[in-house]
């Protein structure tokens, strides 16, 4: 199974600190616009429930984000949110045993498939990065618990192990595709992601050939970014508005130039949950690196972001008293001079 150029290193993980980049230009007006979800979502109890037809008196979140009775939200207007965006590369049993890097970026199907258990049975809803964004942009609420589950790179583990499991729970996904691998060795194929498109697995760019775009001319650059997004268009036929960084490398250049492309967002490698619409071009995430136990697992997801019962049948919404949630930390980046990938963070990052 063919290996990406340019993976990271336990330290080159730490490197991905460059949330800090929040504070270079994201100040300036971003796109606002938005794609509707569509899906389900589970009930309180954990069974999936199927999007009411008109009348059935159960209220709706957005296009295919429809709650059960007695269902929590997360109302919108707050400006950050907590939500776990986990972090997948290989769905596989590590073929050399002796490789750490493939060790680190592989979680064995066993373990993804009690992953999604656990998420399901403990009434976690995952979202794609639509409803993210759309949550952010004042545009509908979220429901509670969201979670978005993102695979890199577009193994072909991600069609016939991870794909299978998603869809047996009905879960939303992200997938992160190299265009340049598509029907590729060991990657999936354009008609595998047509298909995942169509079930609940939103499609997102993950670059041409994998490189690193801090080191590329600014044709390249543009072209890495810009063709694969449209050669994701035309084979999806519809708009790809998201994109995630070649092993979560970004510096100011990269990041105005996938403003430039057309994104809305782009995630990093650098580790957090909490996410707000001004730096939806660094999103951090949760790496999911293989052999965590459950309960390593969970402790991964951070704090809760505090719901509200949601009314229902035109009830008025009831508030709740929720658990206090740690604040994150006042804190003051600044792009470092020690390299151009990298960044001083003065402050503590919340949990």
């Known amino acids: 199974m063919p290996r990406m150029k340019g993976r990271p290193t336990g330290g080159q993980v730490g490197a991905a600190v460059l949330v800090a980049l929040a504070s270079y230009s994201l100040a300036q007006a971003l796109p606002s616009g938005g794609l ?7 009930s309180t109890t954990g069974r999936i429930v199927p999007t009411p037809s008109p009348g059935s008196g159960l209220p709706t979140v957005g296009p295919g984000i429809t709650l059960a009775q007695s269902g929590r939200i997360i109302p919108p207007g707050r400006p950050a949110v907590h939500v776990p965006i986990l972090m997948y590369h290989y769905i596989r049993v590590n ?10 970026l592989s979680v064995t199907p066993a373990d993804f498939s009690a992953q999604m258990n656990w998420l399901a049975g403990h009434g976690f ?5 639509r409803d993210l964004r ?7 609420p979220l429901p509670a618990k969201p979670v978005v589950i993102t695979l890199d790179d577009g ?6 192990t991870a794909y299978p499991i998603l869809k047996e729970h009905r879960f939303k996904a992200v997938a992160y595709i190299v265009t340049g691998f598509v029907d590729g060795p060991g990657t999936v194929t354009r008609q595998q ?5 169509a079930n609940r697995i939103e499609i997102g760019s993950h670059s041409v050939s994998h490189p690193d775009l801090t080191k590329l001319a600014p044709e390249e650059l543009r072209r890495q970014l810009q063709d694969s997004k449209v050669g994701l268009e035309a084979m999806l036929k519809h708009p790809v508005l998201d994109f995630c960084y070649p092993a979560g490398v970004v510096n100011p250049t990269v990041l105005q130039a996938t403003q430039v492309a057309g994104y809305e967002t782009a995630t990093t490698t650098a580790a957090g949950t909490q996410h707000s619409a001004s730096d939806r071009f660094l999103w951090a995430r949760v790496r999911v690196g293989g052999g965590e136990s459950l309960e390593q697992f969970a402790a991964s997801l951070g704090p809760e972001e505090p719901s509200e019962l949601e009314a229902v049948s035109g009830q008025p919404r009831v508030l709740e008293p929720t658990p206090a949630v740690p604040q994150q930390a006042n804190r003051r980046l600044t792009l470092s001079r020690r390299a151009p990938t990298q960044v001083a963070l003065q402050g503590t990052l919340s949990p």
């Open 134 to 140: 759309d949550y952010l942009l004042g545009k509908r």
């Open 95 to 104: 073929p050399e045993p002796h490789d750490r890097l493939g060790f680190n």
């Open 193 to 197: 992601v047509i298909e995942m498109d």
């Open 155 to 160: 193994y072909r583990d991600l069609y016939t």
């Open 125 to 129: 809803q995952p979202i794609d990065m």
């Open 36 to 42: 509707s979800a569509a899906g389900t979502q589970r």
